[in-house]
Each structure stands twice: as C-alpha cells, then as structure tokens.
C-alpha cells in the first residue's frame, strides 16, 4: 500500500485545526486512564495531603453530574473548540423555532463512533446554538461511567456534559421556566458498532425512557439527525453474528460501553491512524412534538403512539429537499443528503401521519 502523505505546505490554520482534533480524540481515549493512574500513584506514594482533600470533595460532589453538572464558559470558549469545529466542519441547522418557555428532548442519531456532532454543537461555545436557540441551555447526556473516574469528571463537566440517568434527565426538565434542552444520543452503545460510512442503522425499537420521561415533565420531543457523523471513521467488519461482534457485545454488556475497532487517517498521512476524516456534519433538527397526558398514568399504547410520532418524524429529515423548508436549508446539507447512503431504521412502526411507510429509510 502506496503512503499518502500530508504536503509540506498546508496552512497554519488547518494544522492547527489538526491538533485541536487530535487532543479532543485522546482525550476522548486515554485521558481517563491517565487521570485514573494519577490518583492511583498519589495513593501508592502516600501524597495524602493531595489525594485525601480532593477524595473527601468528591465524595460530597458525587451527586453534580446528575444535578446539571458544573460547566464553565471559559473552557467551553476555549480557542482550541474553534478550530476543532472548523476541522469537519461542523454545521447546525434549524428547521423550526423552539419555545424558550418549555422544555425539550433532543432525540439524537445516529451515535457514530465519538459521537463529534454532538460535542461540536452542544459542549463549545463556538456552533451556532446560541444564535439559532437564544435563551436555550443545551445539557448532553453521556454515561454515568466518564463521572466516576475521579479529575476526569472535572474536566468533562466543564465543557456541559452531565450524566444520561433518569435523575439526571429529570433535574433538567423538570426546571422552572423553561429553555433547558437535554440531548441524548437515543442509539448509544449498540449504534456505534453499526457506524459505518454509507450507512446508517438506527436503534430505537427498545428506547421508550425518553418518551416517559418527556411525559412525565411535559416537554417537547425533537427528533435531531447528524449527517456525516458516520463518514468520520471507518471500523473493522463486525456484521450481526461474526466473532467480533459477539465479543463487542459482551464486553458490552460487562463494561457498560462499546468497543468499536475505528480507523481513519493520521496526522502527517492519510490512510491510517485514529484521526477522523475532513467530512463535513449537518446537524438537523425537525418540529418539536409534544402530547398532554393527565398525572402519570403511562399507557403502552400511548407510549407507543408518541413514541413513534416522535422518532419516525425524523423519517422527514431524508426528504427535506422536496418540503417547503428546502429554502431555509444549507446547500452542503443537499450534498450529504444526495449522497448514495444506505438508510436502515432498525424497529418501530411507520410514520403515523405519512403515507409511504418509512420513505428512504430502508435499503436492501
């Protein structure tokens, strides 16, 4: 295999942007590692009067990550985020306005491998949310796991993230006045063994917490798709039954997340290494759909029935190059959508409210 390698010549900013990529990827990697073997050696070589104060805040801090977490614009306005979303780059686009006076669910796909459109849009304070949704505070949900590994967590809560449990999912909604978005990558664990270029596969027969939790606070369900977070890397072939993918997920099932075998591009080279690809994101948001349920009474066929209006609206995102809000659309969207791309929706009805049940989203 003939190496390609990065000319000699490129400009500042793109190198920069480089690196910006590749400390947000090894962050994402080995930092908790790291900060994990920091505390451990504090505690082997007895630095008590380190280890012992920040032991004793943690365990009265346990809680914060499910308590809206502890952001801090200055992190989150870091330089260093500009470039990371000028990499990609990573675009939000807004078909429809939202209330600042309630609460909303972003319901985000597909979950990729680092899930980069997320963090871009959510967790720095240089996409386009502020403009698009002022008087919105955006929450992302990640795994309780990244708040357990102790320095970790500090540095994970000041970009936004919180904790993805139903504590946490209901201290957001449930917040007087409005303008408070949690997001949550519906797919998770499971979609990211199945993130492969040219295709999506979505996860959502089994995701029915979120539909009781926007019942039970009331808020608006908005279906979010990413396009492009599944062009970023390329994974070893793991299809439904191999080997691979029977150790994927039971480790899984043990560690709480998955393991995706990922590769993409270097630094200084373009055929391997861990660095994701120049492809651009999309992140498209659709109308917010909401349903009055009287107390807490959840009937399975109300559920379902929101449920499926909720999710299965995003179906419409395929098609938004036929719909009146083509004129509010970008045209690097039209390109990544007439992209040739394998659409599969794993479980759910079809749409409620649309003839042609699930159009473009299944392909043999």
């Known amino acids: 295999m003939k190496v390609e390698f990065a000319p000699l010549n490129i400009p500042l900013a793109r190198r920069l942007q480089t690196a910006a990529v590749l400390q947000w990827v090894l962050s994402f990697l080995l930092l908790a590692q790291v900060c994990l073997g920091i505390i451990v050696l504090l505690i082997i070589y007895n630095y008590w009067f380190l280890y012992i104060p920040y032991l004793t805040w943690l365990y009265f801090d346990w809680q914060t990550p499910e308590q809206?977490?502890?952001?801090?614009?200055?992190?989150?306005?870091?330089?260093?985020?500009?470039y990371f979303k000028d990499y990609f780059?990573?675009?939000?686009?807004?078909?429809?306005d939202l209330d600042p006076s309630h609460n909303y669910i972003f319901g985000f796909h597909p979950h990729g491998v680092l899930v980069v459109g997320a963090f871009g849009n959510f967790c720095t304070n240089y996409s386009e949310f502020k403009e698009l949704f002022p008087g919105f505070t955006a929450y992302l949900h990640v795994l309780p796991f990244w708040f357990?590994?102790?320095?970790?967590?500090?540095?994970?809560?000041?970009?936004?993230?919180?904790?993805?449990?139903?504590?946490?999912?209901?201290?957001?909604?449930?917040?007087?006045?409005?303008?408070?978005?949690s997001v949550i990558v519906l797919g998770g664990a499971e979609e990211s063994l199945d993130a492969h270029?040219?295709?999506?596969?979505?996860?959502?027969?089994?995701?029915?917490?979120?539909v009781k939790m926007a019942l039970t606070h009331g808020a608006y369900l908005v279906p979010v798709f990413s396009f492009g977070e599944n062009e970023l890397f390329k994974q070893i072939s793991n299809p439904e039954g191999s080997w691979l993918r029977t150790v994927q997920e039971k480790l899984q099932k043990i560690m709480g997340f998955a393991l995706p075998l990922f590769h993409a591009r270097g630094i200084f080279q373009y055929n391997f290494g861990l660095m994701p690809y120049r492809k651009p994101i999309h992140t498209v948001g659709l109308y917010p759909w909401h349903m009055e349920v009287?107390?807490?009474?959840?009937?399975?066929?109300?559920?379902?029935?929101?449920?499926?209006?909720?999710?299965?609206?995003?179906?419409?995102?395929?098609?938004?190059?036929?719909?009146?809000?083509?004129?509010?659309?970008?045209?690097?969207?039209?390109?990544?959508?007439?992209?040739?791309?394998?659409?599969?929706?794993?479980?759910?009805p079809p749409h409620p409210c649309s003839s042609d049940p699930a159009?473009?989203?299944?392909a043999d």
């Open 148 to 181: 357990r590994c102790p320095f970790f967590r500090e540095y994970l809560m000041s970009s936004g993230p919180v904790s993805v449990s139903k504590k946490s999912v209901s201290h957001v909604l449930r917040k007087e006045g409005g303008g408070n978005i």
């Open 294 to 348: 009287p107390g807490l009474v959840f009937e399975l066929e109300l559920q379902l029935l929101v449920y499926a209006t909720a999710t299965w609206s995003s179906s419409s995102i395929f098609d938004l190059h036929h719909s009146s809000w083509q004129g509010w659309m970008l045209n690097p969207l039209s390109k990544a959508r007439d992209s040739h791309t394998s659409w599969i929706l794993v479980g759910g």
């Open 89 to 96: 780059p990573i675009q939000l686009v807004k078909t429809w």
């Open 197 to 210: 270029p040219g295709k999506f596969t979505l996860f959502i027969r089994q995701r029915k917490g979120f």
């Open 359 to 362: 159009p473009n989203l299944r």
């Open 68 to 82: 809206g977490g502890r952001r801090s614009d200055w992190v989150r306005s870091w330089t260093i985020w500009r």
